[in-house]
Nanobody
Framework: EVQLVESGGGLVQAGGSLRLSCVAS????????IGWFRQVPGKEREGVSC????????DYLDSVKGRFTISSDNAKNTVYLQMNSLKPEDTGVYYC????????????????????????????WGQGIQVTVSS
């Protein structure tokens, strides 16, 4: 089991930036892929970004491409999500999650990019952290 702790959330004005951190502990060798997800009350959870530690490949939700950047520091067992040009619609509880899948995303013809980050493929989850973007 992998334990995950998120930090870096908070309140920011539209156009601002935040950097979320996700620190992993425990059976970190099982954390082949790390994903960031967000949840808004009344809406389905959506995969925001992910990184495959095996080859460094990444994926992003179409609406955050060009604004968010995911990165990892394996020596610190930490994955970061740099969020720039934040919009009110980015508001939500952000979770990081770990999986033993090698490719952190799945092919999906229903999205413009042809990919999707599926939460059901991730086994271990952090407690979540609030991100609020005011207009």
């Amino acid at each position: 089991e992998v334990q995950l702790v998120e930090s870096g959330g908070g309140l920011v004005q539209a156009g601002g930036s935040l950097r979320l951190s996700c620190v992993a502990s425990g059976s970190t060798f099982d954390a082949v892929s790390i994903g960031w997800f967000r949840q808004v009350p009344g809406k389905e959870r959506e995969g925001v970004s992910c990184i495959s530690n095996s080859d460094g490949s990444t994926d992003y939700l179409d609406s955050v491409k060009g604004r968010f950047t995911i990165s990892s520091d394996n020596a610190k067992n930490t994955v970061y999500l740099q969020m720039n040009s934040l919009k009110p619609e980015d508001t939500g509880v952000y979770y990081c999650a770990a999986s033993d899948i090698e490719k952190c995303y799945t092919n999906y013809t229903g999205s413009p990019s042809g990919t999707i980050i599926l939460g059901v493929l991730y086994d271990d989850w952090g407690q979540g952290i609030q991100v609020t973007v005011s207009s």
